[in-house]
């Protein structure tokens, strides 16, 4: 079955550039999605499609795809921001949908 | 307003069995396909299953881990989905979610507040 790596933490002091990396075999040949999830809230879809964005969520969220590498990339952190976040893709090998891991973000 | 409300979650015995529902309102139901979507305390997110629409077929697909326990259901008509849970684990417990798609692909743009399982003795 396909595999989503993610670290599980990653911390940023405010105001700078947080990169959540998702890694997969020839990721860059799926379409990815982004979830960000506050402690007992559901998640929130932040990126679709590896780099379009919701309405409502801040330009501040990007995503970018290539290679065996996804990459969410949130600027000018704020503390707002800190929550999981979880990367996704839909596969035809078993399962259709994969969940990464999951990373926590810090903001300092 | 989109709306997806869970419900029926609760405490149950390992090998009993339980019901799910999911009432949406907000969208066309009967074009979408509905997943389920669970989150074991401390976990990560984990996919159950899916339905297609009737149009497309409505079949069924399942993770392996829940595949031949649990069964994925709608009635349109209600506007409601539904997950049957047999024969119940303690790793069945989590938060379950309902969240829709317009096909496989697509992301997860819409999410309910969640039903609770505990499968404890």
């Known amino acids: 079955s396909y595999v989503l790596t993610q670290p599980p933490s990653v911390s940023v002091a405010p105001g700078k550039t947080a990169r959540i990396t998702c890694g997969g075999n020839?990721?860059?040949?799926?379409?990815v999605h982004w979830y960000q999830q506050k402690p007992g809230q559901a998640p929130v879809l932040v990126i679709y499609?590896?780099?379009d964005r919701p309405s409502g969520i801040p330009e501040r969220f990007s995503g970018s795809n290539s290679g065996n590498t996804a990459t969410l990339t949130i600027s000018r952190v704020e503390a707002g921001d800190e929550a999981d976040y979880y990367c996704q893709v839909w596969d035809s090998s078993s399962d259709p949908v994969v969940f990464g891991g999951g990373t926590k973000l810090t903001v300092l | 307003e989109v709306q997806l409300v869970e419900s029926g979650g609760g405490l149950v015995k390992p090998g009993g069995s339980l019901r799910l529902s999911c009432a949406a309102s907000?969208?066309?139901?009967?074009?979408?396909?509905m997943s389920w979507v669970r989150q074991a305390p401390g976990k990560g997110l984990e996919w159950v299953g899916r339905?297609?629409?009737?149009?497309?077929?409505?079949?069924?697909d399942y993770a392996a881990p829940v595949k031949g326990r649990f069964t994925i259901s709608r009635d349109d008509s209600k506007n409601t989905l539904y997950l049957q849970m047999n024969s119940l684990k303690t790793e069945d417990t989590a938060v379950y979610y309902c969240t829709p798609t317009r096909g496989d692909g697509d992301a997860f743009d819409i999410w309910g507040q969640g039903t609770m399982v505990t499968v404890s003795s």
């Open positions: 907000g969208f066309t139901f009967s074009n979408a396909w």
């Open positions: 339905i297609k629409s009737k149009t497309d077929g409505g079949t069924t």
């Open positions: 499609y590896d780099s």
């Open positions: 020839n990721i860059g040949s799926k379409s």
